[in-house]
């Protein structure tokens, strides 16, 4: 008995607002094609979403400036940490902006 041949699939990727591209074929049901972000992002996500280098974010979370969770010896974002330091940020350059 011939069984169809399946087709590889794309692996998830990182897009540019953060969040994981899932692809996923129409043959049954529960397929999809969705967005699903990601609860944490290693320190080279992390960086590249931010477009900055991975030493200065070592150094962020080192100081305590930017949460993070260690898991081995892997240290993670959490989502919700990134957007509270954009939020933070933006607040800063908009009040120098201001004065």
């Given at each position: 008995m011939d069984r169809p041949i399946q087709q590889k ?91």
């Amino acid at each position: 008995m011939d069984r169809p041949i399946q087709q590889k699939s794309e692996p998830t990727t990182l897009q540019a607002d953060g969040s994981l591209k899932e692809n996923r074929d129409n043959r049954g049901p529960g397929n999809y094609n969705s967005t699903i972000p990601p609860l944490v992002y290693t320190i080279e996500e992390a960086a590249a979403l931010l477009k900055i280098g991975r030493s200065l974010l070592y150094y962020q979370v080192k100081t305590k400036q930017l949460p993070s969770i260690k898991m081995g010896k892997r240290i993670l974002i959490p989502y919700q940490a990134l957007m509270n330091y954009l939020a933070t940020a933006s607040e800063g350059l908009i009040s120098h902006a201001s004065r």
